[in-house]
């Protein structure tokens, strides 16, 4: 048995259950907050994994290393302006991962460069070794996660986003043919069209929160 991949799996697995319902609460949480408690009365303003399963997402989330689970539920008719806060509440599920990255990057610095420390202690390096996994693909699936859904593509949070610099008839046209767009962006995907660009994002993430958390490793210097 691969017991690398096993462990790949199972910090996905973890990973999973933290940033997917973070995501969605963060939705459901700026929506209501921007005057339209759907999402809220719908249960879905909760940190619940269960509240947000999508079985196939969740798979992919796995075994992929990314996915999807239920929409979050909006009346955009409820807000106080529309194209504005749709906007907002859609930024709010990116911004919500990158945030989780944040902090989940200082804690897998800490977890990696204190797992020599401890070379007579074999269970605890094993923890620490394990706890690094963990928190390491806690950071590559909030940024996977953030970077994929900032594309502007319906139905991603990006096409939300970018829809307030569109005039109203275009940007509702182009939400008519929503779940086609949907297949299409499947299809450039599996096709590994977007791979590059992609890759240069998430990668990019990765430096900037590498950057952001340089302080760690001061830190461990003056302690170690």
């Known amino acids: 048995m691969n017991w690398d991949l096993a462990i790949t799996y199972l910090a996905r697995a973890i990973a999973m259950l933290t940033a997917i319902p973070v995501h969605e609460a963060a939705h459901a949480w700026a929506s209501d907050k921007l005057g339209d408690p759907t999402a809220k009365l719908y249960g879905r303003l909760s940190l619940n994994p269960l509240h947000h399963f999508d079985l196939l997402g969740a798979l992919c989330m796995i075994f992929?290393?990314?996915?999807?689970?239920?929409?979050?539920?909006?009346?955009?008719?409820?807000?106080?302006?529309?194209?504005?806060?749709?906007?907002?509440?859609?930024?709010?599920?990116?911004?919500?991962?990158?945030?989780?990255?944040?902090?989940?990057?200082?804690?897998?610095?800490?977890?990696?460069?204190?797992?020599?420390?401890?070379?007579?202690?074999?269970?605890?390096?094993?923890?620490?070794?394990?706890?690094?996994?963990?928190?390491?693909?806690m950071v590559s699936i909030n940024i996977t996660l953030a970077v994929f859904n900032l594309l502007p593509v319906p139905p991603l949070d990006g096409s939300r986003i970018f829809s307030i610099f569109l005039p109203e008839k275009y940007y509702f046209g182009i939400m008519r043919y929503e779940r086609y767009i949907m297949f299409g962006l499947f299809a450039v995907l599996w096709l590994g069209w977007l791979d590059k660009p992609l890759s240069f994002l998430i990668n990019g993430a990765w430096y900037i929160l590498l950057f952001g958390t340089g302080y760690i490793e001061s830190l461990l210097n003056l302690i170690l």
């Open 64 to 137: 992929v290393g990314f996915g999807w689970a239920k929409p979050v539920p909006i009346g955009v008719n409820r807000f106080r302006h529309p194209k504005r806060d749709m906007a907002l509440s859609a930024a709010a599920g990116p911004a919500s991962n990158l945030i989780l990255a944040y902090f989940c990057m200082i804690f897998y610095k800490l977890t990696f460069y204190l797992t020599p420390q401890f070379p007579q202690n074999v269970t605890l390096g094993y923890a620490l070794h394990f706890l690094s996994g963990v928190f390491g693909a």
